[in-house]
């Protein structure tokens, strides 16, 4: 919901640009040494030193990306901030600042947009990044957000989606499927709030991959935990688009082939009995889904003892020379051409 009817509601046009800007950044702090000036001139002043600098930005659209229907704004300004931090941890890097521009049309009330910039004061504090700058805009078609994240990482740490060779272990962090069954979940409880606005929807059953859409999380665990094993993934991307497609994005990035073992999939019981309510494939989620923002990537088969019996990965195959195509490996034996399926904005 927008709007609180029994609160006074406060019209953007009451503080003009700078004067919101000013207000909805009031309570940002500096935490980073790199960020040397923030918010308050014509531009942020950042200081990586001998740092190599890794800068990620990502559009979202009322919509096209997001449903206001059931996505709380709070939750919606943590979101914009994860997905682009993910991009940041996909580069074996830390993330230190980001930038916020949004455009809004004149249905949104200030208490709204303070909604929205809580859950981007959120995910600073947890991920431990700056809010550096951004923009104010109108907009006559709804919401649209623009955040840029920066991040910095020691060269010989900087990980490509390009870096993989024959035989690495192809690797997975946390559980695929839950954002897309989560976004199901909130589909048909719209469409029954549509013909019974009295119904209350119950998803505490459903409570796991309702927060993986709602509100994931960046896996920055990932890279500290893998600096932590000394292990230098070979090449690395986020998991946005779901798993195919980024396999894929690897493969052809590096000129290689790959093997993937259906059984190997890491799914979570709920994404599993989800599948069978849904009478949906749960491989098929896992491949196409998208929006987990888990972490793939490559290592060495010399690192596979460091990497063993740690809860946040799953080796789930293997990468092959180019000539021998990318293919899923089903629990029959059988093996079938990997094709990209994941989400196409333009589709």
């Not at 229907?69 to 980001?98: E, F, W």
């Not at 550096?132 to 623009?146: A, E, N």
């Not at 290592?299 to 990965?313: E, R, T, V």
Request: proline share 3%; with cysteine; charged share 25%.
């Amino acid at each position: 919901m927008l709007e609180n009817k029994d609160k006074q509601l406060t019209p953007l046009e009451q503080m003009g640009e700078f004067g919101l800007i000013k207000h909805l950044t009031k309570d940002f702090k500096l935490n980073q040494e790199t960020t040397e000036l923030g918010i308050g001139d014509d531009a942020a002043v950042l200081d990586f030193k001998t740092k190599k600098t890794v800068i990620s930005t990502d559009l979202l659209i009322e919509g096209v990306h997001f449903d206001l229907a059931y996505m709380p704004l709070k939750h919606l300004g943590y979101k914009a901030v994860i997905v682009n931090l993910s991009d940041i941890y996909a580069m074996n890097a830390l993330a230190t600042q980001i930038t916020v521009s949004i455009a809004i049309s004149n249905r949104f009330p200030l208490e709204a947009l303070e909604e929205f910039y809580a859950g981007v004061a959120m995910a600073c504090k947890i991920y431990n990044v700056d809010l550096v700058g951004g923009d104010t805009t109108s907009s006559t078609k709804g919401m649209l957000i623009s955040v840029t994240a920066m991040g910095i990482v020691d060269e010989d740490k900087l990980t490509y989606r390009s870096g993989a060779k024959p035989n690495d272990l192809l690797v997975v962090s946390g559980d695929l499927g839950g954002a897309y069954f989560g976004l199901q979940v909130l589909e048909r409880e719209k469409e029954v709030f549509k013909v019974n606005p009295n119904n209350q929807p119950d998803l505490e059953p459903y409570s796991y991959v309702v927060e993986r859409q709602l509100k994931p999380e960046a896996r920055k665990d990932i890279v500290t935990i893998l600096e932590k094993l000394e292990v230098k993934p070979t090449a690395m991307i986020d998991i946005s688009d779901g798993l195919s497609s980024e396999i894929l994005h690897l493969c052809n990035s590096s000129n290689l082939g790959c093997n993937l073992f259906e059984e190997k999939i890491p799914l979570d019981p709920t994404v599993i009995n989800a599948a069978e309510e849904f009478s949906i494939d749960s491989t098929m989620v896992a491949l196409s889904g998208g929006e987990d923002y888990e972490l793939l990537f490559t290592i060495a088969q010399a690192d596979y003892d460091k990497i063993k019996g740690n809860p946040n990965l799953t080796v789930i195959g293997h990468m092959t020379d180019a000539d021998q195509g990318a293919h899923l490996v089903t629990r029959g034996n059988e093996k079938i051409e990997l094709k990209a399926r994941g989400w196409n904005s333009f589709s």
